[in-house]
């Protein structure tokens, strides 16, 4: 069977494939220290997981409108407005499974073939997968890893659109307020602005480029529930965009979804209206594992590691151990069972760093540390 050539501009995301061969290593007896995947290990808040049971039972198991329960869509657009100080009209706001199709639908609907659109390096590696697949040109600006990751503005041009992310996976740095400035200059038509890690930060606020004034009425917001709500498996995300884009992306989420899964929705409205204490306490687990794994990593020969501000990744340099970070990275996996991710799997930029997800109870990070010490010894 013969693909499309599309399928040969379409990337992956290689932390699953290293968790694939960590599961192998699994069954064959080995102990691995799962440190690949970009997700929480808290469990869903209880209250969630009751109001999703509740909304079972209560028949939420049928199509709901294709752009998302109206009542969610008013939740999400006060919490969302509050969090980043604007008014937000539910009409602006489209439910989807999971943060990835408001990238994926919106890219589609705007990229033309021969685009050029901004993409962070390094950065997810989905953004320039998608622009790829969209018949797009991916062009990287580089983030500066002398100044905690913060964006070079040197590498930054005027295109058509760009992607943003902050916090910033897979370095947890952040876009401040000036940087946000130097975007605006550009002068872009759109740009997506991908902030699921919006909540998990270090110290500090929160700078969005929805309250940014020359940037609110082009900026196309990505979050979703997985991070702040540990329901990575719920799949349930959300974009808010101007209301013509919502109203594509809506038909385009008719063609391939239908809809987010209603039951799911009403989970995530319990999660909007419930208390906070469950998101601040894992907050603060993840300012005492990063501390702890930041400072481990620093004290390894050959390791430099800048503190992420946000999200719970940490992407140190070990060009002083190697000049192959991705064999490293491999060895790693192979011969002293931590499970990581090349830094080259998410762009050029990374080629002497390896992405660790410190989103692990403390005695998994204690031991990874151990591991490679023992390794890198």
């Known amino acids: 069977m013969r693909l499309a050539r599309r399928m040969e501009r379409l990337g992956t995301e290689t932390a699953f494939e290293v968790l694939a061969r960590a599961r192998e290593l699994e069954a064959a007896g080995r102990s691995v220290c799962h440190l690949e995947i970009g ?7 209880d209250f969630v997981v009751e109001a999703a049971c509740d909304a079972l039972h209560a028949g939420f198991t049928k199509y709901g409108p294709a752009a998302g329960d109206p009542e969610l869509r008013d939740a999400i657009a006060a919490y969302a407005g509050a969090l980043r100080g604007v008014e937000i009209d539910p009409a ?56 905690g990751f913060a964006i070079d503005p040197a590498t930054l ?40 890690y919006a909540e998990i930060l270090y110290g ?7 309250a940014h004034p020359a940037l609110r009425e082009k900026t196309i917001l990505c979050d979703a529930f997985s991070k702040t709500w540990s329901m990575t498996g719920w799949r349930l995300g959300y974009g808010v965009l101007p209301p013509a884009l919502a109203e594509a992306v809506t038909r385009l989420q008719i063609n391939c979804t239908s809809c987010a ?5 009403r989970a995530a409205l319990a999660a909007l209206r419930g208390p906070r204490e469950p998101v601040e306490r894992m907050v603060r687990t993840f300012r005492s594992r990063r501390d702890l794994f930041v400072s481990g990593l620093n004290a390894l020969p050959g390791v430099r590691c800048a503190e992420p501000r946000g999200a719970f990744y940490a992407f140190p340099n070990v060009s002083g151990a190697t000049d192959d970070a991705a064999a490293l990275a491999r060895r790693l996996l192979e011969e002293a069972g931590v499970a990581c991710v090349a830094g080259t799997a998410f762009g050029a930029a990374g080629r002497s760093n390896i992405r660790f997800s410190f989103a692990a109870p403390e005695e998994t990070l204690r031991e990874a540390l151990d591991r490679m010490g023992r390794l890198l010894g």
Do not use: C, M
């Not at 997700?39 to 808040?45: L, M, R, W, Y």
């Not at 500090?204 to 929805?210: L, N, P, V």
């Open 39 to 45: 997700a929480p290990d808290f469990d869903t808040p």
């Open 261 to 265: 899964a209603t039951f799911s929705q």
């Open 204 to 210: 500090g606020e929160h700078a969005s480029a929805f």
């Open 157 to 196: 041009r005027r295109v058509r659109g760009g992607i943003f992310n902050t916090p910033h996976n897979p370095t947890g740095g952040l876009i401040g307020a000036a940087d946000w400035d130097r975007i605006a200059g550009l002068d872009l038509e759109w740009l997506i602005s991908d902030e699921v």
């Open 92 to 147: 602006e706001v489209v439910v989807v499974p999971g943060a990835k199709p408001i990238l994926f639908f919106t890219l589609l609907a705007l990229v033309e073939e021969g685009d050029e659109v901004l993409v962070p390096d390094p950065g997810f590696p989905i953004y320039a997968s998608v622009v790829a697949l969209a018949g797009g040109t991916p062009v990287p600006y580089r983030l500066d890893e002398g100044r």
